[in-house]
């Protein structure tokens, strides 16, 4: 599927875009979905289904959705813009590949769920509520890589992991300007997860705290390490860890409202 311009504005119920069901190996491409009542475009038990290049803008819903068991699907260099909930959602696969994509000004601007062994990276989200979030799910999930992503001055947070979302690996990504304030969220902050590794990261300006581990319901919050991380000139905490969180030496903090506290 290439090259088509596909809008549907009715009044329907979770009227889509386009469907893409129980194809493995399909490729959308150069699309535009845009102002459907639903998601602009679903992708369901497709596993090694590519999904590059396409505008994901003004749909009622998700800008796109990939969901049941999609495994090695890759979703990049995708525009997802003012849709209602998420911009780019992709749950319940392994071994995908979510790189180079772009949302502003959705709900939140990626969201992952029950989603391992995948590489989440080099993408951008900006002037979301929350930028990009990888959740447990119902399963859990575990063995992500999330690198070099950028969650800038968003209306709330940054960068999370939440809820489940187990032993993943955070690395190089870039949370600035969030502005989130009083418990709202702020830059990077993983919560009631456990034994996920920060490394690297870059947290810097935002109305809360910068990095924060913190507990919350349901689940263990830790074993999570940090090191050689920076936070600087946060309102909140610079880096704000809860007990049971490993320092795992080179994190930097200054010029923050709340002295580091890990």
């Known amino acids: 599927m290439a090259g088509n311009d596909v809008a549907n504005d009715v009044e329907a119920y979770q009227a889509d875009g386009a469907d893409i069901l ?5 490729l959308v491409r150069g ?6 009542n639903w998601n602009g475009l679903a992708l369901l038990t497709s596993p090694g ?3 590059t290049g396409n505008q994901l803008d003004t749909n009622g819903n998700n800008g796109t959705e990939v969901n049941g068991g999609s495994d090695g699907v890759t979703v990049s260099g995708n525009s997802a813009d003012d849709n209602q909930l998420f911009g780019i959602v992709v749950g319940a696969a392994r071994n995908a590949r979510v790189v180079g994509n772009s949302a502003r000004r959705n709900d939140t601007g990626l969201f992952f769920f029950d989603l391992h062994a995948s590489v989440i990276g080099e993408n951008s989200a900006t002037a979301n509520r929350a930028g990009l979030e ?3 799910g119902q399963f859990g999930s575990d063995g992500n890589l999330l690198t070099d992503n950028t969650a800038n001055r968003n209306l709330e947070s940054g960068l999370g992991v939440l809820d489940g979302a ?10 600035n300007g969030n502005q989130g304030q009083n418990g709202d969220g702020g830059g990077i902050y993983v919560v009631a997860a456990s034994g996920n590794q920060l490394s690297g990261n870059v ?4 109305l809360d705290s910068g990095i924060v581990i913190a507990e919350g319901e349901p689940g263990d919050t830790t074993g999570n390490s940090l090191t050689g991380n920076t936070a600087n000139k946060n309102r909140g905490h610079g880096i704000d860890a809860v007990a049971g969180s490993v320092d795992g030496g080179g994190n930097r903090a200054s010029g923050n409202a709340t002295r580091r506290r890990a």
Not at 22 to 26: L, P, Q, R, T
Not at 31 to 36: G, V, Y
Request: aromatic letters at 4%; charged letters at 10%.
């Open 166 to 175: 187990n032993a993943n690996v955070v690395s190089g990504n870039t949370a």
């Open 49 to 51: 289904s590519r999904i």
């Open 134 to 136: 990888l959740t447990g």
């Open 31 to 36: 699309n535009r979905f845009s102002r459907n």
């Open 22 to 26: 129980n194809s493995g190996g399909s």
């Open 203 to 206: 947290a810097n300006a935002n």
